[in-house]
């Protein structure tokens, strides 16, 4: 008896997991389908196996209902690897087989995602916040209830699909399903148009949504709000609506991972003397202590003080850099006072890094 191959795992052909979206699912598809289509590799029977995989795959997974009961049966949900009514059929036979089984949802069209692109600032991205938004979309006209017909009689069947919503595209040994471009998926053309909405089926609203923005949201974020979309055709679902976050920049802060970075000036005698110095933080000001002979460029930790991981795990710190600045504008005591106090110091007194640089310069010249 020859030993059947045991039918590989829908999700692992497509190459995502198992609780990867709807449009996750449909990328991976495409990708494998244009990777592996026999048209790019002609003779290659390896290729056009796992173009076929692809596919059946991509047929069950893209189903809500086909993929719920993969989910829970596996493979049994469909029958016994090479049994049942799919025996012997290619790819194209078994997809022409579902869209016949799957006519009636195959004419419903999605909602169109909706994108927001939402401002907030430096802080709010911090600790979080909900924010109400305003923006336009579209609705089922309520004179038509959607059809965008007049009246029931204003409908028929679409010419270019037959009412099926799709037609059947060659590409190489295969014939592939394609969204009808006469009706849009539904099925039915409007020959009598509704008045209101002028034969759309949908008109332009404006929409309030709360939206919640969680703590350490960084810019860039998308938020997806499930089903917030357009309406779908047809009993269709709607679709989602995409918040994109944009960050305000801060004049004092800057953010690195969960951590936040600030520059400070500290006058000459607060470097050399040391001084409590105060820093600001998200949180406001704090105390930070700047020990005597602090130079330009050091940078001190003032832990917890960055942003919140959220999660009920710490939050990052925050990074103080000490820039040491140079006086101008001296007064003819205070050139007097820096001229007595170089006299003093000299080259090799209270300048370790000068008396370094020097040693260097001096044994590299010989001088």
Same mark, same amino acid.
């Given at each position: 008896?020859?030993?059947?191959?045991?039918?590989?795992?829908?999700?692992?052909?497509?190459?995502?997991?198992?609780?990867?979206?709807?449009?996750?699912?449909?990328?991976?598809?495409?990708?494998?389908? =244009?990777?592996?289509?026999?048209?790019?590799?002609?003779?290659?029977?390896?290729?056009?196996?796992?173009?076929?995989?692809?596919?059946?795959?991509?047929?069950? =997974?893209?189903?809500?209902?086909?993929?719920?009961?993969?989910?829970?049966?596996?493979?049994?949900?469909?029958?016994? *690897?090479?049994?049942?009514?799919?025996?012997?059929?290619?790819?194209?036979?078994?997809?022409?087989?579902?869209?016949?089984?799957?006519?009636?949802?195959?004419?419903?069209?999605?909602?169109?995602?909706?994108?927001?692109?939402?401002?907030?600032?430096?802080?709010?991205?911090?600790?979080?916040?909900?924010?109400?938004?305003?923006? @336009?979309?579209?609705?089922?006209?309520?004179?038509?209830?959607?059809?965008?017909?007049?009246?029931?009689?204003?409908? !028929?069947?679409?010419?270019?699909?037959?009412? !099926?919503?799709?037609?059947?595209?060659?590409?190489?040994?295969?014939?592939? *399903?394609?969204?009808?471009? &006469?009706?849009?998926? &539904?099925?039915?053309?409007?020959?009598? *148009?509704?008045?209101?909405?002028?034969?759309?089926?949908? =008109?332009?609203?404006?929409?309030?949504?709360?939206?919640?923005?969680?703590?350490?949201?960084?810019?860039?974020?998308?938020?997806?709000?499930? !089903?917030?979309?357009?309406?779908?055709?047809?009993?269709?679902?709607?679709?989602?609506?995409?918040?994109?976050?944009?960050? $305000?920049?801060?004049?004092?802060?800057?953010?690195?991972?969960?951590?936040?970075?600030?520059?400070?000036?500290? %006058?000459?005698?607060?470097?050399?003397?040391?001084?409590?110095?105060?820093?600001?933080?998200?949180?406001?000001?704090?105390?930070?202590?700047?020990?005597?002979?602090?130079? %330009? +460029?050091?940078?001190?930790? =003032?832990?917890? $003080?960055?942003?919140?991981?959220? +999660?009920?795990? @710490?939050?990052?710190?925050?990074?103080?850099?000490? &820039?040491?600045?140079?006086?101008?504008?001296?007064?003819?005591?205070?050139?007097?006072?820096?001229?007595?106090?170089?006299?003093?110091?000299?080259?090799?007194?209270?300048?370790?890094?000068?008396?370094?640089?020097?040693?260097?310069?001096?044994?590299?010249?010989?001088?």
């Amino acid at each position: 008896m020859v030993a059947v191959a045991a039918k590989r795992d829908y999700y692992d052909i497509l190459e995502v997991a198992r609780d990867a979206t709807d449009a996750e699912i449909k990328r991976a598809f495409r990708q494998l389908a =244009l990777r592996h289509h026999p048209d790019k590799n002609p003779d290659d029977r390896a290729a056009e196996e796992r173009f076929k995989e692809a596919n059946e795959a991509y047929a069950v =997974l893209s189903d809500p209902d086909k993929r719920a009961a993969y989910d829970r049966f596996g493979h049994a949900a469909f029958g016994a *690897p090479g049994t049942g009514p799919a025996a012997g059929f290619g790819v194209s036979d078994v997809l022409d087989n579902f869209l016949d089984l799957l006519g009636r949802k195959r004419r419903q069209a999605a909602g169109r995602d909706l994108r927001y692109t939402l401002e907030i600032s430096f802080e709010e991205a911090a600790f979080g916040i909900e924010k109400r938004i305003h923006f @336009p979309t579209r609705k089922d006209c309520d004179a038509c209830g959607g059809s965008g017909a007049k009246s029931a009689s204003g409908l !028929r069947v679409c010419p270019g699909c037959a009412g !099926r919503g799709e037609i059947r595209v060659k590409q190489g040994l295969f014939t592939l *399903p394609r969204t009808c471009t &006469t009706c849009g998926g &539904t099925g039915k053309v409007v020959i009598d *148009p509704c008045g209101r909405c002028e034969g759309t089926g949908l =008109l332009r609203v404006e929409r309030e949504f709360a939206v919640r923005i969680p703590s350490g949201t960084a810019d860039g974020d998308v938020r997806r709000v499930p !089903r917030e979309g357009e309406p779908g055709r047809g009993g269709g679902a709607p679709g989602d609506l995409h918040v994109v976050v944009r960050v $305000k920049p801060h004049p004092l802060f800057e953010r690195q991972g969960f951590d936040v970075v600030c520059d400070i000036p500290v %006058s000459f005698p607060q470097a050399a003397l040391g001084a409590q110095v105060d820093v600001p933080t998200l949180d406001g000001k704090v105390k930070m202590r700047i020990p005597e002979g602090t130079q %330009s +460029g050091k940078t001190f930790r =003032l832990r917890g $003080k960055g942003i919140p991981r959220g +999660g009920g795990r @710490p939050r990052g710190d925050q990074h103080v850099k000490v &820039t040491v600045e140079t006086p101008t504008n001296l007064t003819a005591r205070q050139r007097e006072l820096l001229e007595e106090l170089a006299h003093e110091t000299g080259e090799a007194i209270g300048y370790p890094r000068k008396k370094n640089f020097l040693d260097k310069v001096r044994e590299l010249f010989d001088v």
